[in-house]
């Protein structure tokens, strides 16, 4: 059983469906393990931002989800 679900995304607002899932963990720890924070530059700005690299791609934001709280 995965019960932990990582999503990630690259806006604010989440997108509708499942377009943000990334995967299931067996444990939490597992699901922080994919999840890298970086620091990348501004478009068209002196300044940095952080973001989160997971499996390679850049997002703005991340959660793990226990999906035993949701079937309660």
């Avoid at 995304?9 to 989440?14: D, F, I, K």
């Avoid at 067996?26 to 989160?52: Q, W």
């Avoid at 390679?56 to 793990?64: P, S």
Wanted: charge should be negative; proline fraction near 4%.
């Amino acid at each position: 059983m995965k019960p932990y679900l990582l999503i990630a995304g690259e806006q604010y607002y989440p997108e509708s469906g499942t377009g943000d899932w990334v995967a299931c963990f067996e444990t939490y720890e597992e699901a922080k393990e994919e999840v890298v924070k970086v620091t990348v530059p501004r478009y068209r700005s002196s300044k940095m931002d952080d973001k989160y690299c997971i499996r390679g791609a850049n997002y703005d934001w991340y959660n793990i989800v226990d999906l035993r709280e949701w079937m309660e």
